[in-house]
């Protein structure tokens, strides 16, 4: 099957500090990418759709300002948790859809984030 | 809106087999998914059932689908402790649309 990288599989981070984190389709080209966000024995929750070369579509209630979205090409977005602050702290997953395999969204390992 | 339930944890023994359940919502749900999680890890797509099939046979995965009652099931038989896991449930319309995910049923085996 497809795969999808994330980097870095862990971050530790001082509050107020902002970090990075990137997500690749290694062999095929995601047209669509989604970022979610997983806290301890909690099911996945969906922050934002991102399609390559437009603005990413969030979720209610998930602050754009405080989590940017950047699908630059068809095989990278990044999300970027600017000014972080312990509350979160979690689980961050990407998936990516496209390139012929329209109905299955294809996981990162996921990116643990701690802030201090 | 959307929703669905999955039961959050079942026990089995090495050798049994699993059946780990899921309701959901929304009718017009095109797919039906099923997902293995190992701890500190994404995603892995176990397999799909589109919703005008009954059932999906894939090794030792079951999957039947009640459209009627909107329920979903996952067999797994001759569980391993392999299987060890959390197990969650996914609808979708399909295409790149969003996937709504249940909140996963942790699935132990033991020797």
Known sequence: ?116 | GEDVEQSLFLSVREGDSSVINCTYTDSSSTYLYWYKQEPGAGLQLLTYIFSNMDMKQDQRLTVLLNKKDKHLSLRIADTQTGDSAIYFCAESWGGYSTLTFGKGTMLLVSP
């Open chain 1, 1 to 116: 099957g497809a795969v999808v990288s994330q980097h870095p599989s862990w971050v530790i981070c001082k509050s107020g500090t902002s970090v990075k984190i990137e997500c690749r389709s290694l062999d095929f080209q995601a047209t669509t990418m989604f970022w979610y966000r997983q806290f301890p024995k909690q099911s996945l929750m969906l922050m934002a759709t991102s399609n390559e070369g437009s603005k990413a579509t969030y979720e209610q209630g998930v602050e754009k300002d405080k989590f940017l979205i950047n699908h630059a090409s068809l095989t990278l977005s990044t999300l970027t948790v600017t000014s972080a602050h312990p509350e979160d702290s979690s689980f961050y997953i990407c998936s990516a859809g496209g390139g012929g395999l329209w109905n299955e969204q294809f996981f990162g390992p996921g990116t643990r984030l701690t802030v201090l």
